[in-house]
Nanobody, 120 residues
């Protein structure tokens, strides 16, 4: 079992920055994919960014050039640095971990979410 705990959300003005953190209860960064997703009111949850164990990243077109996903293996923490924030970035942001254990079983964990609100 893995717990993911997000933090760092809050209220920020348009053009501002926030850094979200996702702390994992154990080291799972050597396998699988860590990701950030978001869900705005009345909308489906959508992909934001992923970071593979090998270090490759992928971003939604809407956040490319503004958001950066990274990790600190020593702290079992994944970050999402968000710059040049826009009102349409307002949502609950969720951390996700998917992969395969060395024993062969698959895992897919979600955090509880952290609210990001960007005022215009």
């Amino acid at each position: 079992q893995v717990q993911l705990v997000e933090s760092g959300g809050g209220l920020v003005q348009t053009g501002g920055s926030l850094r979200l953190s996702c702390a994992a209860s154990r080291n799972i960064f050597n396998s699988g994919i860590m990701g950030w997703y978001r869900q705005a009111p009345g909308k489906q949850r959508e992909f934001v960014a992923t970071l593979r164990s090998g270090g490759s990243t992928n971003y939604a077109d809407s956040v490319k050039g503004r958001f950066t996903i990274s990790r600190d293996n020593a702290k079992n923490t994944v970050y999402l640095q968000m710059n040049s924030l826009k009102p349409e970035d307002s949502a609950v942001y969720y951390c996700n971990a998917v992969g395969v254990w060395q024993t062969g079983g698959r895992y897919n964990y979600w955090g509880q979410g952290t609210q990001v609100t960007v005022s215009s």
